[in-house]
């Protein structure tokens, strides 16, 4: 599996609602891999000034991760392979 940064730009969301989008991100994760597609919801990082919002998900592809987003109503702007180098 490897991981996929989805960027998002959220300028002026509130924060109830980008609260709502990270659960439903989690949930619609969680159904996808509970029916057979492999998806887990790492983290998000929000920059209320600007907006920009980077979700990064572990998948098999990135066509899932897209559907993922997709079924969640979640906006997102590109979904691309990236290394996540967290210690």
């Not at 490897?2 to 730009?9: A, D, K, L, Q």
């Not at 980077?54 to 990135?62: G, I, K, Q, V, Y």
């Not at 987003?69 to 210690?87: H, S, Y």
Request: contains cysteine.
């Amino acid at each position: 599996m490897s991981v996929y940064m989805v960027e998002r730009s959220l300028k002026g969301i509130a924060m109830s609602d980008l609260a709502a989008a990270q659960k439903a991100a989690i949930a619609t994760s969680q159904q996808f891999s509970a029916e057979g597609t492999p998806v887990r919801y790492i983290r998000s990082t929000f920059v209320p000034d600007s907006g920009a919002c980077m979700c990064l998900f572990e998948a098999s592809d990135a066509d899932a991760v897209k559907r993922v987003n997709e079924v969640a109503k979640i906006p997102f702007d590109r979904v691309t392979e990236a290394l996540d180098l967290t210690p």
